[in-house]
């Protein structure tokens, strides 16, 4: 194996690394958001009261401008 392959290896080993690096990252950063939803969303069922219905306030035509 020549010196430029070594290079072109250790190149390729780098970039793979970091690449695993950023995946395993990411996934445990998508892990807390998910468990931040899932808590806020338990948080909002438990402060609803069961015999209302959410109250929608209907949306507003768009205006057009002439």
């Known amino acids: 194996m020549t010196t430029a392959e ?10 793979l690394a970091v690449v695993l690096l950023y995946v395993v ?14 808590r806020l969303a ?3 069922a438990e402060r609803r009261v069961p015999d209302e219905a959410p109250k929608v306030k209907p949306a507003e035509p768009a205006r057009t401008v002439n």
């Open 25 to 38: 990252v990411y996934a445990f950063k998508l892990a807390r958001l998910e468990r931040e939803v899932s």
């Open 42 to 44: 338990r948080l909002a």
């Open 6 to 15: 070594k290079y072109v290896t250790a190149a390729y080993l780098v970039v």
